[in-house]
């Protein structure tokens, strides 16, 4: 049995997602490999972490990728290391660049979880 730390800690976060599950399937040494090639520039680099939620933020919302779920964790991310709506804005302002697709599937999240976030800053 092939040792993935990586993969076992992505199964546990709310950051999974169901395609990965053949993936391991087929080939869990490649999933942890890519999950642990994934993981570098989260974990280190010059950039601030709110720099690279927002350009999570990004790439999840982008048309070539429109994965919500992603949106919503790096949004949630952002807002709670400091990130402003307005800043989260126009990061998707940018990423419309791609495509509209990104704006209409994520500005509908970027409300929830602003109200998600100052709800909770309140209570």
Do not use: C
């Not at 993935?4 to 800690?9: G, I, S, W």
């Not at 997602?17 to 391991?24: I, L, S, T, Y």
């Not at 949004?75 to 697709?101: F, R, S, Y």
């Amino acid at each position: 049995m092939t040792d993935t730390p990586y993969t076992d800690a992505q199964r546990q976060s709310d950051d999974w997602n169901p395609v990965w599950d053949k993936m391991a399937e087929m080939d869990p040494e490649f999933l942890e490999g890519f999950l642990h090639f994934r993981s570098v520039p989260q974990t280190r680099g010059p950039l601030e972490q709110k720099t690279k939620e927002l350009i999570m933020i990004a790439i999840n919302a982008a048309t070539t990728h429109l994965w919500a779920p992603g949106v919503r964790r790096h949004m949630q991310n952002a807002l709670n290391v400091g990130a402003t709506k307005e800043e989260i804005l126009q990061t998707l302002q940018l990423t419309t660049i791609m495509g509209i697709h990104a704006m209409t599937m994520s500005t509908p999240i970027l409300q929830e979880e602003l109200d998600r976030f100052l709800s909770e800053e309140k209570g």
